[in-house]
């Protein structure tokens, strides 16, 4: 299996544009978790999906957020409109269950916001 | 709310073992793992602890302790390439949601 797919590897933007990431989580899997990584606050969980149902989107930081799975191989990630504060690296994972199954996590994407 | 604590830093030499703790204080706690991540690459998964006690596999040992609310890492005959960072993240409730620790960052010296 080829793992976790995210693109694009590197997304450079103005402020005020939309910014849309994108996740192909491993097949089979059910779950599937989109986290935001920064310097300053770590690791953090945004929101996650089971069998393309959003579970607990209360990571979300704002409105400006918003995530979509439209079916089990695909999930994407928008901001509109960005802000520099949203510059970090988001990183999509999945497992295989909830029931305690490990993390498998995408090469990430690393959003700068100018 | 919840709070998971690990060490920022940390140094060892080569072929030494290395320890690091973590302490976590969360509702709904229902285990805990261990990821390791190299810098500018994605977390990968080290081990899962449920249950009180040790878990060994190869050079890495996680313990755990629900009472006391502590877990470690324990690296054995440390590597160059083990320099990285270690993050706990505690499972809450019945789904598979992590919530990260800092991380502690591992440097391994010659």
């Known amino acids: 299996d080829a793992g976790v797919i995210q693109s694009p590897r590197h997304e450079v933007t103005e402020m005020g544009q939309e910014v849309t990431l994108r996740c192909k989580p491993i097949?089979?899997?059910?779950?599937l978790f989109w986290y935001r990584q920064t310097m300053m606050r770590g690791l953090e969980l945004l929101i996650y999906f089971n069998n393309n149902v959003p579970i607990d989107d209360s990571g979300m930081p704002e409105d400006r957020f918003s995530a979509k799975m439209p079916n089990a191989s695909f999930s994407t990630l928008k901001i509109q409109p960005s802000e520099p504060r949203d510059s970090a690296v988001y990183f999509c994972a999945s497992s295989l269950t909830g029931d305690g199954e490990k993390l498998f996590f995408g090469s990430g994407t690393q959003l700068s916001v100018l | 709310g919840q709070n998971i604590d690990q060490p920022t830093e940390m140094t060892a030499t080569e072929g030494a073992i290395v320890q690091i703790n973590c302490t976590y204080q969360t509702s709904g706690f229902n285990g805990l793992f261990w990821y390791q991540q190299h810098a500018g690459e994605a977390p990968t998964f080290l081990s899962y602890n449920v249950l009180d006690g040790l878990e060994e596999k190869g050079r890495f040992s996680s313990f755990l302790s629900r009472s006391k609310g502590y877990s470690y890492l324990l690296l054995k005959e440390l590597q160059m390439k083990d320099s990285a960072s270690y993050l706990c993240?505690?499972?809450?409730?019945?789904?598979?949601?992590?919530?990260f620790g800092a991380g502690t960052r591992l440097a391994v010296h010659p």
């Open positions: 097949s089979g899997h059910d779950y």
């Open positions: 993240a505690v499972r809450k409730g019945g789904y598979n949601k992590l919530i």
